[in-house]
């Protein structure tokens, strides 16, 4: 596609549910990012991969959060058991290479858990 | 110690001032520098790119980077009000993972 193009737009959510949040990148991009940004805040690096491989998922903040990538395309990163403390923008980026090139964002899905 | 320090404002300048932003970085490997652009309920946008010392220019925006003092700064020219934003320094090294500054969130008045 043309660009980065994350769904949902906007998810409210309850607390304790489950919510996956879905990531399609760039064509040809072979990395895939994803950050967190809570409100007011600088990103929070979540998780990134190269290819379907996640070498890096230091970032994620506790064993409720994981992602995967399949096809090394569309990725989709899912909160389990969501808390109120989840809720933030959460914004996903593609370049070509991990280590070469500049990350181009998507505009991020803005999750509410209530 | 954060890798990437950059104080977050707001800086709030008239219309047609320079506006001049800037981050420190710790690890001395890193090579590539970028500077995003962030309105409100946006995703950021790509601004600037570099990999070396020096200076790069694009229209009214000028990136430097000072390796030696671990130093990147990004300069606005002639600001506008559709320049209000937060501006967000970003830095990587080979190994893939962008290190973000936290943002500095810029005002231009009319």
């Known amino acids: 596609g043309a660009g980065v193009s994350q769904s949902p737009s906007n998810k409210v959510t309850e607390k304790g549910k489950d919510v996956e949040l879905r990531c399609d990148p760039i064509?040809?991009?072979?990395?895939l990012y994803w950050y967190r940004q809570s409100l007011g805040q600088g990103l929070e690096f979540l998780i990134y991969?190269?290819?379907?491989?996640?070498?890096?998922k230091s970032g994620l903040p506790s064993d409720r959060f994981s992602a995967e990538r399949t096809g090394g395309s569309v990725s989709t990163l899912t909160i389990q058991r969501t808390q109120q403390e989840d809720s933030a923008v959460y914004l996903c980026?593609?370049?070509?290479?991990?280590?070469?090139?500049?990350?181009?964002f998507g505009q991020g899905t803005r999750l509410t858990v209530v | 110690q954060k890798e990437v320090e950059q104080d977050p404002g707001p800086l709030s300048v008239p219309e047609g001032a320079i506006v001049s932003l800037n981050c420190t970085y710790s690890?001395?490997?890193?090579?590539?520098f970028m500077w995003y652009r962030q309105y409100s309920r946006k995703g950021p946008e790509l601004l600037m790119y570099t990999y070396s010392s020096g200076n790069k220019e694009d229209g009214r925006f000028t990136a430097q980077v000072d390796k030696s003092s671990k130093y990147i700064s990004l300069f606005i020219r002639d600001s506008q009000p559709s320049d209000s934003a937060t501006y967000l320094c970003?830095?990587?090294?080979?190994?893939?993972?962008?290190?973000f500054g936290a943002g500095t969130q810029v005002v231009v008045t009319p």
């Open positions: 970003a830095i990587r090294g080979s190994w893939g993972k962008l290190q």
């Open positions: 064509s040809g991009h072979t990395a």
């Open positions: 980026a593609s370049s070509q290479e991990v280590g070469r090139g500049t990350a181009f």
């Open positions: 690890n001395s490997a890193f090579q590539y």
């Open positions: 991969f190269q290819g379907n491989s996640a070498p890096d």
